[in-house]
């Protein structure tokens, strides 16, 4: 007879997070290359599209709030930036010691270009899934994520 000591307790419960930590992993870099595939349909990276996201979120952003709401470094935001203001989709406001990002009209139309064939793309990522299944994914990935101190 065996006891369940917290020994085994412990084992039993460690390879189920680790093959759950894999399988999110597997599933998050899966769909991160399948999403990045689908933005190049308008030349744009991840990083890219979610600084247009918040850019319209935001009205107008300094570039420091937007380096720390997207967790970028300066120089890394700086780069970026850079490259979507040469494309003409962001321009740049100095106002005394602080820089303000804000889209253009053409950023404005390449955003509301995307939105609705973004909103198809992630309806057909999930068909595999029930629409009770989406939900239950949703509510234990939030469940997963409450609390956590991501920094």
Do not use: C
Not at 68 to 87: H, P, V
């Amino acid at each position: 007879m065996k006891i369940n000591t917290m020994d085994n307790f412990s084992e039993k419960y460690s390879k189920t997070g680790l093959q759950l930590w894999f399988q999110i992993s597997r599933a998050y870099h899966i769909q991160l290359k399948l999403y990045s595939h689908f933005l190049k349909n308008w030349d744009l990276s991840i990083s890219q599209y979610e600084i247009l996201k918040k850019i319209v979120e935001n009205t107008r952003i300094s570039q420091k709030e937007l380096a720390e709401k997207m967790f970028f470094t300066k120089g890394n935001i700086t780069q970026i930036i850079i490259k979507m203001e040469k494309g003409g989709y962001i321009r740049r406001e100095q106002e005394w010691k602080t820089k303000y990002i804000l889209l253009t009209n053409k950023g404005k139309e390449l955003y509301e270009q995307i939105v609705p064939e973004q909103k198809a793309y992630f309806s057909q990522r999930f068909q595999g899934l029930t629409k009770k299944e989406q939900k239950h994914l949703a509510k234990l990935l939030k469940k997963m994520n409450e609390g956590e101190n991501l920094l």
